[in-house]
């Protein structure tokens, strides 16, 4: 069993920056690809961006690719997406998620993902 719990969030303007959070609680962590999808309102959820479990190898949405950075501290249970350059398309709920295998590959389906946060919200105003 893994516990996501995400924070950061907030409203910002466009061209800000926001750090996202998420701390994981339970069994094997750092064993796990991470990923972070996001939901806007009347939309489907989709993925923004995944690390493999050692931290070497990063995906990223084209969408968000060059202004967004996903990184992880497997010693403090934590991954980090750093947003820079937002945009208020980039407004919606954000979600850390956890495979429920471990050594998986950095997956983009969120049926790939077993163990979701309760999100966090990020609002870009322009």
């Known amino acids: 069993q893994v516990q996501l719990v995400e924070s950061g969030g907030g409203l910002v303007q466009a061209g800000d920056s926001l750090r996202l959070s998420c701390a994981a609680s339970?069994?094997?962590?750092?064993?796990?690809?991470m990923g972070w999808f996001r939901q806007a309102p009347g939309k489907e959820r989709e993925f923004v961006a995944a690390?493999?479990?050692?931290?070497?190898?990063?995906n990223y949405a084209d969408s968000v690719k060059g202004r967004f950075t996903i990184s992880r501290d497997n010693a403090k249970n934590t991954v980090t997406l750093q947003m820079n350059s937002l945009k208020p398309e980039d407004t919606a709920v954000y979600y850390c998620?956890?495979?429920?295998?471990?050594?998986?590959?950095?997956?983009?389906?969120?049926?790939?993902?077993?163990?979701w946060g309760q999100g966090t919200q990020v609002t870009v105003s322009s």
């Open positions: 690390i493999t479990w050692s931290g070497g190898r990063t």
């Open positions: 339970g069994r094997a962590f750092s064993s796990r690809a």
């Open positions: 998620a956890a495979p429920l295998i471990s050594y998986s590959p950095m997956w983009t389906g969120t049926y790939k993902y077993h163990y």
